[in-house]
């Protein structure tokens, strides 16, 4: 006989009701999911005495004793069954625009039929002990532990996480652009993934864009992208992100460009795309000081702060002095490509 934890059927449930998360956000067959949830928690509660009874080996003494004490326990069980179901369906019918009110009445809904579960449990093994030799008693723990920990597994597997706000990220691409002999540069960072569209807003041309790891991001398409009007709620669409760091010395007389900050940002992304939001950040930092023999640099920024860096040596140190302006910008662009993977 395989072991209990791979044979018994108690991963069923949670196993079919762990494949729903595989479906498209909205549900529209909800109700037939809720009916072949009902079906397989009924085939189960016919199976599962047996199969505790043959793992555990009672006699027909132990049976008496102890399968009432396991069918009260599992009548209990089924009431934290139907809260978890109840809980799993409202999640995938908010999923994956869930609001923060809704996250922490789930958080606390969960977090309620953890602790419940939990007491139910400690009960039920103080009760099997009252039943059962020690050494079945003990068996019996673990039986339940193994069981559980598969449902759980599998739950975890199959539930996607909570999308957050944040940064797309995906394969990404470095590369360091420097003029020689000239102070400063550009570090770019180009990032190409394919994201679920999970919100829209038409008027403003703005999408919530949801990729692979969880992450959700909103960007404006510009009039460039002629498809726009084609994109629809929950289509994937291939898309680029590129942050460029650009570094630049400035004389107090001389305006930093903004043209060596967009040249550097859009390069990394090739052909005009079809759509492309881009914004810059600037910040400036001055020299304070400045150590020509090792090389290094220290900035202080605005807020007050200060850095020491490592200046390349293919810059002439000799040119440059304390009270220098440095400007530092960064740079953001995405490139959406309107098309369907």
Do not use: H
């Amino acid at each position: 006989m395989k072991p209990l934890f791979l044979s018994l059927r108690s991963t069923t449930l949670l196993a079919v009701i762990s494949a729903c998360w595989l479906w498209p956000a909205g549900w529209a067959v909800a109700q037939d999911i809720q009916e072949l949830i009902t079906d397989v928690r009924k085939d189960y509660a016919v199976e599962r005495r047996d199969l505790m009874a043959e793992a555990l080996q009672l006699t027909a003494k132990e049976r008496t004793a102890f399968l009432p004490v396991y069918e009260r326990y599992w009548v209990e069980r089924e009431k934290l069954g139907d809260e978890l179901v109840k809980l799993v369906l409202e999640y995938s019918d908010a999923y994956p625009n869930v609001s923060e009110a809704q996250a922490a009445q789930m958080l606390k809904d969960y977090t309620a039929l953890e602790s419940k579960l939990a007491d139910l449990r400690t009960a039920q093994f103080k009760n099997a002990a009252k039943t059962l030799p020690a050494s079945k008693a003990l068996r019996y723990a673990q039986l339940e532990n193994r069981m559980d920990l598969v449902l759980r597994r599998q739950l975890a597997s199959a539930i996607p996480l909570l999308p957050i706000e944040g940064k797309l990220t995906g394969e990404a691409t470095a590369a360091l652009l420097a003029a020689e002999g000239e102070p400063g540069g550009a570090a770019v960072q180009t990032y190409e993934l394919t994201a679920t569209v999970i919100a829209m807003d038409r008027a403003s041309r703005k999408l919530t864009l949801l990729g692979p790891d969880g992450i959700k991001q909103t960007v404006t398409v510009g009039p460039e992208a002629v498809n726009f009007d084609q994109i629809q709620v929950d289509d994937q669409l291939k898309v680029t992100l590129a942050e460029a760091l650009v570094v630049s010395v400035a004389n107090e007389s001389e305006p930093p460009s903004d043209a060596a900050a967009g040249l550097v940002a859009l390069a990394p992304l090739g052909a005009k795309p079809e759509g492309l939001v881009a914004k810059t950040v600037q910040v400036t930092a001055r020299v304070t000081a400045l150590d020509r023999e090792a090389r290094k640099a220290t900035l202080q920024f605005e807020d007050g702060t200060t850095r020491t860096v490592t200046v390349r040596r293919d810059v002439d140190l000799s040119q440059r002095n304390i009270g220098d302006r440095l400007v530092l910008r960064l740079t953001e662009a995405v490139a959406i490509e309107v098309k369907k993977p």
